[in-house]
């Protein structure tokens, strides 16, 4: 990982809601900026880690534009489906779910035929984006299929994380959280 990814990565928090968002706006925004001026040189996991910038920072239509180019610009399947899970999100985050919801759908397919080991990683977002769009029984459904992935993984900060997805969509559909 280069020293800008890793900055950006650093001055980025998920909240309780699931959501990114910046630790310390203003730094994160100079070194976005700063790496998007090097756009056409630069690699695409940096060009999809400062597209995730303008994601925590909300400059959603900004991190749009350049997470769709960094989809563009992916040399694996595995790039693509992290570029696509993070367009879907800076199309969710604004409230743009009928324009997140086959980006997910795509990035979940991609997953399923090529890179197995992301299912978790778009699933979990997918159910997310279920819980917004207000069908939580099927997001209880999805975020119960990841947590069994991710107990076979034994990362707990990855169960941690998908438990309190599975409290939101539980708690959305009117049942018993975990």
Do not use: W
């Amino acid at each position: 990982m280069s020293a800008e990814r890793h900055q950006i990565a650093e001055l980025i928090a998920t909240g309780k809601d699931g959501r990114m968002y910046a630790t310390e706006p203003d730094k994160l925004r100079r070194l976005v900026h700063f790496e998007l001026a090097r756009e056409p040189r630069l690699p695409q996991p940096e060009l999809r880690q400062a597209g995730v910038g303008l994601l925590a920072l909300g400059d959603y239509a900004a991190a749009q534009r350049v997470l769709a180019t960094a989809v563009a610009r992916a040399e694996t399947p595995g790039q693509q489906v992290a570029a696509l899970v993070n367009l879907g999100d800076a199309h969710r985050y604004p409230g743009a779910l009928d324009a997140a919801e086959p980006v997910y759908r795509q990035a979940i397919e991609l997953a399923r035929t090529h890179c197995p080991e992301l299912v978790h990683y778009t699933l979990q977002h997918y159910g997310k984006h279920l819980v917004d769009a207000r069908r939580p029984h099927l997001a209880v459904d999805v975020l119960t299929e990841v947590l069994e992935i991710r107990e076979r993984l034994g990362d707990p900060a990855l169960i941690a994380s998908t438990q309190d997805a599975l409290s939101a969509a539980r708690a959305a559909a009117g049942q018993r959280t975990i």
